[in-house]
């Protein structure tokens, strides 16, 4: 079992740092956390590249 990576991201709402937790053992998902400061629902969008990295993209709720 893996524990969860602790990443930063930016908020594309915002525009805050945030450090979040992600579990990349899960393979490929698609989830919505709120943003700590604004409160805003983030999409995150994991997927595999090419080369079998995890690959986490944030999204606003509307793009």
């Given at each position: 079992?893996?524990?969860?990576?602790e990443?930063?991201?930016?908020?594309?709402y915002?525009?805050?740092?945030?450090?979040?937790?992600?579990?990349?053992?899960?393979?490929?998902?698609?989830?919505?956390?709120?943003?700590?400061?604004?409160c805003?629902?983030i999409?995150?969008?994991?997927?595999?590249?090419?080369?079998?990295?995890?690959?986490?993209?944030?999204?606003?709720?509307?793009?």
């Open positions: 079992m893996h524990d969860p990576e990443i930063i991201i930016y908020c594309p915002c525009g805050e740092a945030l450090d979040v937790l992600v579990d990349t053992s899960a393979g490929e998902q698609k989830y919505y956390e709120d943003c700590a400061v604004c805003s629902p999409l995150f969008v994991l997927s595999e590249d090419d080369a079998g990295e995890m690959v986490i993209d944030v999204k606003r709720d509307d793009e």
